[in-house]
């Protein structure tokens, strides 16, 4: 299917990049990127390079958009790329901490939501690995902010800020002092206080959630976006030149946004490629994977 694709790059990248102008007009977005392997020029060896993804997804609260996923290709991981991938961008960015998106933040730029499923991972690792008491009460108190989370999926914004400035609040709030009192109590240069000193430092980040509805506890959204990435390398193993990466990200862009929509990619692309020649440029809305579901549904 990539090669597919791949072989038809000119007549799809317009609709790419609709779909990515799309994914930059919401609310809020989620953000990750993932290494692959990239054929070095001028020699056999391979580099690694980087694969960018940003969802658009408003199931949780009910919005009207259809699911989108943008993907990018990249040769490094400089911060300037999400900074470029970005630019324009005045609304919330879920992500997590890598150092990269920090350019993506600020005045006159997008707002930063921080990734609570990270810090309930680097808990869990010191809880798996040691048996942390410390870990494990606020694994379970992480636990209560998700079991919140899962009763107002669907709900509109509105009402989402309202239960989790009610309910979710306390508990957040509750968990960050916690925390702050056990770091004195431990070694500061145990994996258990690594552990602590990150979701205090993420916390503030992540905090934005409790007052806003169209915001989510995590960026699992945008990790589940770069697993056919993951998966895939290990079958095609690299990627034989920058364009072949460009290509590709081309590629997982409509596959997974025709995912995400349950529409057939193989299907769905049949019918683009049969009529998008010929079709204008400003009308590229009528050839989207929700459009090609409507008429079966």
Not at 136 to 146: D, K, M, P, S, V
Not at 253 to 258: D, H, M, P, R
Request: proline share 5%; net charge positive.
């Amino acid at each position: 299917m990539a090669d597919w694709v791949g072989r038809s790059t000119a007549l799809l990248q317009p609709l790419s990049d609709a779909i990515g102008r799309m994914v930059r007009q919401g609310a809020a977005l989620f953000a990750d990127d993932t290494p692959v392997k990239m054929l070095a020029p001028g020699n056999k060896k391979t580099k690694t390079a980087r694969v960018w993804t940003y969802v658009r997804d408003e199931h949780a609260w009910s919005g009207q958009s259809p699911p989108c996923a943008w993907y990018q290709f990249t040769v490094d991981r400089k911060g300037e790329h999400p900074v470029s991938h970005l630019s324009g961008y005045k609304g919330w960015v879920h992500a997590d901490g890598y150092s990269g998106f920090n350019g993506v933040f600020g005045d006159d730029k997008a707002d930063e939501m921080a990734c609570m499923a990270h810090v309930r991972r680097k808990l869990f690792d010191v809880f798996s690995s040691q048996g942390s008491a410390i870990a494990e009460q606020a694994i379970l108190r992480i636990a209560e902010l998700y079991a919140i989370e899962k009763e107002i999926r669907g709900m509109a914004p509105e009402e989402r800020a309202a239960i989790r400035q009610a309910r979710a609040k306390p508990i957040f709030d509750e968990l960050e002092d916690w925390l702050h009192a056990q770091l004195p109590n431990i070694s500061g240069k145990s994996p258990l206080a690594q552990a602590i000193r990150y979701a205090l430092g993420r916390m503030p980040k992540a905090r934005p959630y409790l007052g806003n509805g169209h915001l989510e506890l995590d960026n699992n959204t945008a990790e589940r976006a770069v697993k056919p990435v993951a998966i895939g390398r290990k079958n095609w193993m690299f990627s034989g030149s920058e364009g072949g990466g460009k290509a590709m990200a081309i590629a997982f862009t409509l596959i997974e946004t025709a995912k995400l929509n349950k529409v057939d990619p193989q299907a769905w692309l049949t019918w683009v490629l049969a009529q998008i020649a010929d079709h204008k440029i400003t009308r590229l809305d009528e050839l989207m994977p929700w459009r090609y579901a409507a008429p079966a549904a």
